[in-house]
C-alpha cells in the first residue's frame, strides 16, 4: 500500500484535516500536470493558472462538505480532474454572463419609461403608432391617451372607458406590447 492510499483511506475513516495536509505534496505534481493539460485547450489570456486550478480543485475535493470516499491514488486523480473541468467550465459561465451584462444591475420598471418622449421625432413617432393602434384596437389607444398623456391611474382610466380594471390591466399591457413592437423599441 502507497503513502498516497494510506491518506486515503484517513480521509475517508473521517481523519480529514491532517491527512490533507500530508497528501498535497504527494500529489501536487501530478495534479499540477493534470491542470497543465486541462489548461492546454484554454485561451492565453485565461485568467486560472494552473496552480490556481490545483488548488481550487484541491479545495473542492477535500472540502468538509464532501462526502466521496476515493478508491486509491486512480480514483483520487480521475476525481481530481473532473474537479478541474467543472471549475474551468464554471469560469467560462461566469466570464460568458459578465460578457452578457451579467454585472448589469436590475432596474425597477417604470412605465413612465416606456416612450422616452423628451424629442419631437419620438413624439411624432410614437403618435403615428398610436394612430396605427387606433386603427386597429380603438379601446386601447384610448386606453393609452388615458394613462399616458393624461396621467390617469388605472382605475381612474377604466372607470372613464366604462371597463372593469383587470380588463384596463389586460388591455394596457397588450396596448403597451403593440407599441413597442410597433415604434421598435
Known amino acids: 500500500m502507497t503513502e498516497v492510499t494510506r491518506i486515503i483511506d484517513q480521509i475517508n ?14 500529489v501536487y505534481e501530478e495534479l499540477r500536470r493534470l491542470a497543465a493539460v486541462r489548461m492546454n485547450n484554454e485561451r492565453n489570456s485565461h485568467t486560472l493558472s494552473p496552480t490556481a486550478l490545483v488548488h481550487e480543485a484541491f479545495v473542492r475535493l477535500t472540502g468538509n462538505s464532501i462526502d466521496v470516499a476515493w478508491n486509491g491514488k486512480g480514483h483520487f486523480l ?3 480532474s473532473e474537479a478541474m473541468r467543472r471549475i474551468l467550465i464554471d469560469h467560462a459561465r461566469g466570464r460568458n454572463a459578465q460578457k452578457r451584462g451579467g454585472s448589469a ?3 425597477p420598471y417604470h412605465e413612465s419609461r416606456l416612450f422616452d418622449a423628451e424629442t419631437s421625432g419620438e413624439l411624432l413617432a410614437l403618435d403615428e403608432s398610436l394612430a396605427r393602434l387606433e386603427a386597429d384596437d380603438a379601446e386601447a389607444a384610448k386606453l393609452v391617451k388615458l394613462r399616458f398623456f393624461a396621467g390617469l391611474t388605472n382605475q381612474q382610466a377604466a372607470d372613464a372607458i366604462g371597463i372593469s380594471p383587470r380588463k384596463a390591466n389586460m388591455v394596457w399591457s397588450y396596448a403597451r406590447a403593440w407599441l413597442k413592437r410597433d415604434i421598435g423599441t
Open 13 to 26: 475513516s473521517g481523519e480529514n484535516s491532517p491527512a490533507t495536509e500530508r497528501l498535497l505534496p504527494l
Open 78 to 80: 480521475a476525481v481530481a
Open 105 to 107: 444591475k436590475r432596474e
